[in-house]
């Protein structure tokens, strides 16, 4: 999954929702005197990631695109997201417009005095939320490939996947609603249901 579910499959606790989004870029290393919301927020990436990984639902959607390809998981993880948007409402009290500003409004435009320069960089960037369109998704993959390795981007493409994506798309949908669910319920054995107010499941 990528930032939005992460997002989403956090407490709501500003500290806890930058720890999830955040902990790939900072290789789940929090920093000097972070709190234990933060810290828990990191734990929770690793766990949906693990579990994703293992998933059989979450493998098939891999193998509708290919059946190898060193960038299959992260491209998954991208459509995953977009498809999120597309059932939105099925997991959301709150509009997904609502969901983002408020997480924004939270993180940016306060600006957290003990978050490091680059994780403001990180989280200022509402690019990284924006999956409600096949354009945002493909703008999402050809950043993926911007950041790959030369040697890497000989052997495979993020930007490739898209017209996968788009011949198998319900399928993948299918693949999705009946991952996310589950997703859902193992996260939720960790977290604090009091602060999930946003969740409908």
């Excluded at 579910?5 to 956090?10: E, G, T």
């Excluded at 929090?30 to 234990?36: E, L, R, V």
């Excluded at 992260?74 to 059932?87: E, G, R, S, W």
Aim: with cysteine.
């Amino acid at each position: 999954m990528n930032w939005l579910a992460h997002l989403f499959l956090s407490e709501e606790n500003i500290d806890f929702q930058v720890g999830n989004i955040l902990a790939d870029p900072l290789k789940a290393k929090p920093w000097s005197n972070s709190s234990y919301e933060l810290q828990k927020g990191m734990r929770t990436h690793i766990l949906i990631d693990s579990f994703s990984d293992k998933d059989i639902h979450f493998i098939q959607s891999k193998k509708r695109l290919k059946e190898k390809g060193i960038l299959r998981g992260i491209v998954i993880d991208f459509t995953y997201d977009y498809l999120l948007t597309k059932n939105w409402d099925k997991f959301c009290n709150v509009t997904l417009k609502e969901f983002r500003n408020q997480f924004y409004t939270n993180s940016v435009e306060n600006n957290y005095p003990s978050f490091p320069k680059q994780v403001l960089i990180n989280i200022k960037n509402k690019k990284l939320l924006d999956f409600d369109t096949y354009e945002n998704l493909e703008d999402s993959l050809r950043r993926v490939d911007m950041r790959v390795s030369s040697r890497l981007s000989k052997r495979d493409s993020a930007l490739s996947y898209l017209p996968l994506i788009k011949d198998n798309i319900e399928k993948l949908e299918e693949d999705f609603l009946d991952f996310f669910p589950k997703l859902c319920e193992e996260v939720k054995k960790d977290l604090n249901s009091s602060k999930l107010n946003h969740w409908k499941i």
